[in-house]
């Protein structure tokens, strides 16, 4: 089992940053990547950053072309923690963002279904 716990959403302004914290908890061999989604009222949920912790791809970093540039995922080994550090923050930015646990391959970084451990999300709202 994987425990992850997710912390440092908020309100900001446009243009504004926030730093995303995930840390997990349990036993690590049971994922090789994680990866923040997030997820905005009425629509689906969308993978925005990974990284991957371990194997050949380990510590390569993803992310959607919505946040290239401006966000970045940042993993502590020694906490078991991965951050997402969000720059240039726009209202569509504005959503509940999830940090994820799985085995996703390089073509499915941001397939939900490929992420069997989910925490309770953290809001982020951008205000214009």
């Known amino acids: 089992q994987v425990q992850l716990v997710e912390s440092g959403g908020g309100s900001v302004q446009a243009g504004g940053s926030l730093r995303l914290s995930c840390a997990a908890s349990?036993?690590?061999?049971?994922?090789?990547?994680l990866g923040w989604f997030r997820q905005a009222p009425g629509k689906e949920r969308e993978g925005v950053a990974a990284i991957c912790t371990s194997g050949s791809r380990g510590g390569s970093t993803y992310y959607a072309d919505s946040v290239k540039g401006r966000f970045t995922i940042s993993r502590d080994n020694a906490k078991s923690t991965v951050y997402l550090q969000l720059n240039s923050l726009k209202p569509e930015d504005t959503a509940m963002y999830y940090c994820a646990a799985g085995y996703p391959g390089e073509m499915t970084m941001f397939a939900s279904y490929e992420y069997l451990y989910w925490g309770q999300g953290t809001q982020v709202t951008v205000s214009s």
């Open positions: 349990g036993y690590s061999y049971n994922y090789n990547s």
